[in-house]
């Protein structure tokens, strides 16, 4: 009997691309396709590029470069490995992927994943090719559902893409040329997919888009649904405890989802906002069109719905022009807020966006001292806002075997890994945990009280 072709999808950058890696192995798993965690020995390799900054364009090629040398080992052995390169860097660089580095069989957009078997034919046929073309045809219809077993294998937390793209055109990011224009899911879609993890044991989803919150997919009416309205679907389905969404823009911060904050139990706690810079200056260069004080008001209004709300951010500092005082302006603003954590970039210049060929870019050293001066800052106060658990009694909602036996992990409403000792029929089940201590990157803790069994039997469980 012949062996299954093997495709092993290494993927770079943000959830949307671990989302279409998953999306691609389960398409190209009716072509005979079985997944593997390594890409020696692969049949295929799709690496699902990032091109938000220049260092994560880079790493793209030092990959196929690595990949090339066990395409060249599989040539010796006589058999045939296939790289694909899929993702940004695909769509933005198209064919020039293929003149730097020839070993490269295949290019795909993030549009035309749903074409796979059909450009692996192709490929197979002795062609190399691009297709990095925008299609009329939905991506998302033609793609296959999640499979069962590879639900279980990807464990109770899901990611599901609802939104994609940015019709925003901030003056720093890609995103709006490599994906394309904004795009929403159905509600009736999404939902069906929500059940369907649920049913594979899934208890925790996290809707993702670029700009998620400006969500307005078709509803059952024909009318457009907000992302307030459609959290509120999906905390009616059976199985699913806990939801999150992520990224949102301060702008798309509507009154409906905010309310959505205080009125649902499983919507969790814990909002990521990016706002970029502190400065209003800087802000209005960026194109984000808002002000710092419209950012830090969004904020208000959400501790307003629900108290117990915390906030993470993305930082860009050495913006062009970023002066001192601009950049005083987004520590003070980090003061102000307080997040429970945060990411921080040095600006990137990338091809074709306005700010690349705007005046005043801030010298390297710059950059770099004032990145360093944020993070001490962002630090300080993630390790203060882990500090404050100690001692309390936290929801835990319980992922998987630690590494000691009898030891399970699981997470907090604000994503802090907890680890506890607890029987493993747990997993999947959301229960109050003691948090007794703090390490560096983990809460340790013990189970409050004797937990009642799960209604739903988790995923390998
Ligand atoms: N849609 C989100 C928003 O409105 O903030 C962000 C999406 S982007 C994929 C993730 C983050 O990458 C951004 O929030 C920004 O901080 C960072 N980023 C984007 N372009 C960048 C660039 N050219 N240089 C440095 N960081 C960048
Ligand atoms: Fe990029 Fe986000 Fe701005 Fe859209 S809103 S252009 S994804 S940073």
Known sequence: MSRPYRVHVKSFGCQMNVYDSHRMADTL???????????????????????????????????????????????????RMVIAVAGCVAQAEGEEIIRRAAAVDLVVGSQNYHRLPDLLARVQAGEQVVDTEFPVDDKFDALAAPRTDAIRERGISAFVTVQEGCDKF???????????????????????EVEHLAEAGVREVTLIGQNVNAYHG?????????????????????????????????RDMADDLIAAHGDLPALMPYVHLPVQ?????????????????????????LRK???????????????????????????????EVGFATAYSFIYSPRPGTPAAEMDGQVP?????????????????????????SIGRTID??????????????????????????????????????????????????????????????????
């Not at 901030?170 to 069906?192: L, Q």
């Not at 679907?233 to 999150?244: A, E, H, Q, T």
């Not at 710092?292 to 008001?297: I, N, P």
Request: glycine share 8%.
């Open 218 to 250: 078709q509803d059952a009416d024909g009318r457009p649904a907000t992302l307030g309205k459609l959290l509120r679907r999906l905390s009616d389905v059976p199985g699913i405890v806990r939801l999150r969404y992520m990224t949102s823009h301060p």
């Open 277 to 301: 810079s502190g400065s209003d200056r800087v802000l209005a260069a960026m194109n984000r069109r808002h002000t710092r004080q419209e950012y830090l008001d969004v904020i208000a209004r």
């Open 364 to 388: 390297p050293q710059e950059k770099s001292e004032r990145l360093q001066r944020l993070q001490a800052v962002i630090t300080r106060q993630w390790r203060a806002f882990n500090a404050q």
């Open 396 to 461: 835990v909602l319980l992922e998987k075997p630690g590494k000691l036996s009898g030891q399970l992990v699981g997470r907090t409403p604000y994503l802090q890994t907890v680890q506890m000792m607890a029987p493993r029929l747990l997993i999947g089940s959301v229960v109050p945990v003691m948090i007794t201590e703090v390490g560096t990157n983990t809460l340790f803790g013990a189970l409050a009280e004797q937990p009642i069994a799960p209604e739903f039997a988790a995923a390998g469980a």
């Open 29 to 79: 798993a009716p072509a005979g396709y079985a997944e593997t965690p390594e890409a020696a020995g692969a049949d295929l390799v799709i690496l699902n590029t990032c091109h938000i900054r220049e260092k994560a364009a880079d790493k793209v090629y030092s990959e196929i470069g690595r990949v090339r040398v066990m395409k060249e080992e599989a040539a010796a052995q006589g058999r």
């Open 170 to 192: 901030c003056t720093f990011c890609v995103v709006p040329y490599t994906r394309g224009a904004e795009v929403s899911r159905p509600v009736g879609k999404i939902v069906a």
């Open 305 to 335: 719905s629900r108290i117990d709300l915390a906030f993470t951010s993305d930082f860009i500092v050495g913006f062009p022009d970023e002066t001192e005082d601009d950049f005083r302006a987004t520590l003070t603003l980090v003061e």
